[in-house]
């Protein structure tokens, strides 16, 4: 049996992950979310410094944004649409048969006005460039919204639905680079406060296709993309569970989004996959949370 299976065997033993049958999509024990309530806690302590806009949006988005991010260029694989049914009697009676017989129900469903969400920031950029152009100073966000990825595995690390935490800086090149390089540094300090090991390195995310080759390269190249890596099911290959990422002009440019003297904003943005540094907490300090190091325990619940 391999490492990741029996991490993840372990978490449904202890009842902490609950198995619905489709690998990635779990239900959560009140232990888990516990963990993930507390260290959302810490993070919004180690952000605190600067004030931001808390903004919640639900785990569905407009699927016209959806569209416009380009996000089906880059990664089709991974996206979720939202489809129901909007057929008449007749249509039901259909349906229902279609059903009965075993036969594929899905293909007659129409796509609605909602795609999943499969990044916390994707539903903020056209909401803030619909306001005008940023304030002096620019704009910071604190997000949280659970994302879809179609992304089936058996790593309890790669799951289907999972919470992102982030931060959004939008401004000037300099301004989004100075909070990324800010995260980068507190996000090493907020881990090594619950005791993780740390790993910092440049990475890309996985575009689509041969000409997604390039585009992977070009993102290493410029390094747009780093990656806090903490072991979670292997030491060898650890998992991403932080990262940073500098868009440049993509999103300004995309959404018609500027600064007060009217320039063309960057963005920047510091995601936390919560269920995955609860995995490493898990992981790493046991499956009981009364048992973990007393530091851990302060750093966590006070
Ligand atoms: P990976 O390289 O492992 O696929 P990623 O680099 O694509 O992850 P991002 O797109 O940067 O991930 O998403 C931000 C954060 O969300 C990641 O740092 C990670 O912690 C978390 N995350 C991404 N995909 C998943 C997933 N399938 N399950 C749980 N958490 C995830
Ligand atoms: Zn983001
Ligand atoms: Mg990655």
Redesign the pocket.
């Known amino acids: 049996m391999d490492m990741q299976t029996s991490l993840l065997d372990r978490l449904f033993d202890a009842g902490l992950l609950i198995d619905t049958g489709v690998d ?1 999509l779990y239900g959560r024990s009140s232990a888990f979310e516990d963990v993930i309530q507390r260290f959302e806690g810490l993070i919004s302590a180690f952000g605190s410094s600067s004030p931001s806009e808390v903004i919640r949006f639900p785990p569905g988005m407009n699927r016209s944004h959806f569209e416009g991010s380009g996000y089906m260029k880059s990664f089709p694989q991974l996206a979720g649409t939202v489809h129901s049914f909007c057929g008449c009697e007749l249509d039901h009676v259909n349906l229902l048969q279609c059903m009965a017989e075993g036969n594929d129900w899905t293909k007659d469903q129409k796509a609605t006005d909602i795609v999943l969400t499969p ?1 916390a920031c994707y539903p903020l950029y056209p909401t803030i460039a619909k306001r005008g152009p940023l304030p002096a100073g620019g704009g910071l966000f604190d997000l949280q919204s659970y ?1 879809f ?1 179609h ?1 089936p ?1 058996k790593d309890p ?4 639905l ?1 919470r ?1 935490r982030e931060y959004v800086r939008m401004g000037t090149p300099e301004e989004v680079m100075a909070f990324r390089q800010q995260w980068m540094e507190r996000g090493q300090e907020l881990i090594a406060a619950v005791q993780l090991p740390v790993e910092i390195d440049v ?1 890309n ?2 575009f689509f296709g041969r000409a997604g080759k390039m585009l992977a390269n070009n993102q290493r190249d410029q390094a747009l ?1 780093f ?2 890596l903490i072991p979670v099911t292997s030491t060898a290959k650890k ?5 940073f ?1 500098y868009h440049q002009d993509h999103f300004g440019k995309t959404w018609g989004l500027t600064t007060s003297d009217g320039a063309v904003a960057h963005t920047a943005c510091v ?3 919560l ?3 609860a995995l490493a907490l898990f992981a790493h300090h046991g499956l009981d949370t009364a048992d973990w190091p007393a530091p851990v325990r302060k750093a966590l619940w006070g």
């Open positions: 990635g990044a994302c990825r992304e595995s690390a790669r799951m289907q999972f992102m990475a995310d996985p993309k990656e806090l998992t991403a569970c932080l990262s990422n995601g936390f996959g269920e995955r540094i």
